[in-house]
């Protein structure tokens, strides 16, 4: 059983649309963090998310923490070539600071 | 600024065969950590180091050990790998006692097993 669930598993848009991509479990979470990950290259953390409900905003992607701190979702404005890579959460529970990943979105951006 | 250092990049190896995986990291972290990266599978915990002189299980750690050899560097060895081993090794350091820390991720080792 997954503990983090991504949603959708792949992602082929064009340049300019926008998308959300999804994290799901059925645990709460003391943190939830963002990784995007580059072929070749290891995860590079986007963000963290701490309260239930925050949103916090890095340039063109939003990303929210469910109220319940069971969820939480990735929005990219505009997307551009440059966002293309799998992107990833990653959860603690409790006092644990070992993360779970989920498996991933890998998103593709043509141009 | 290096980061986290993995070797080597690249390796095959035929099964029974050993080697250890190295990893050193420059941010005098005291967690390190050793993931597995497998197509549908994300990433999976194998072994950590909570500190220097401490290692835990994680979600797979069988058919590999591990050594914090110091604050800097933690080790990763296959005894007689497996050609279900074959993966992408990715090593992790991140601060101790915060649950919201970062993971800074070297670039991984490719390892095949025959």
């Known amino acids: 059983t997954q503990l983090l669930e991504q949603s959708p598993q792949f992602l082929s848009i064009q340049e300019g649309e926008n998308l959300t991509v999804y994290c799901n479990s059925s645990?709460?979470?003391?943190?939830l963090q963002w990784y995007r990950q580059e072929p070749g290259e290891g995860p590079v953390l986007l963000v963290t998310?701490?309260?239930?409900?925050e949103v916090k905003k890095l340039k063109r992607l939003t990303f929210q923490f469910g109220d319940a701190r069971k969820d939480s979702s990735l929005h990219i404005t505009a997307a551009q070539p440059g966002d293309t890579g799998l992107y990833l959460c990653?959860?603690?529970?409790?006092?644990?600071?070992?993360?779970?990943f989920g498996k991933g979105t890998l998103l593709t951006v043509n141009p | 600024n290096a980061g986290v250092t993995q070797t080597p990049k690249f390796q095959v190896l035929k099964t029974g065969q050993s080697m250890t995986l190295q990893c050193a990291q420059d941010m005098n972290h005291n967690s390190m950590y050793w993931y597995r990266q497998d197509p549908g599978m994300g990433l999976r915990l194998i072994y950590y180091s909570a500190s220097e002189g401490t290692t835990d299980k994680g979600e797979v750690p069988n058919g590999y050990n591990v050594s914090r050899l110091n604050k800097r560097e933690f080790s990763l060895r296959l005894e007689s790998a497996a050609p279900s081993q074959t993966s992408v090794y990715f090593c992790a350091s991140s601060e101790l006692g915060r649950i919201n820390s970062p993971l800074h991720f070297g670039n991984g080792t490719r390892l095949t097993v025959t």
């Open positions: 998310v701490v309260t239930g409900g």
């Open positions: 990653a959860g603690a529970i409790g006092s644990n600071y070992k993360l779970t």
């Open positions: 645990s709460v979470f003391s943190s």
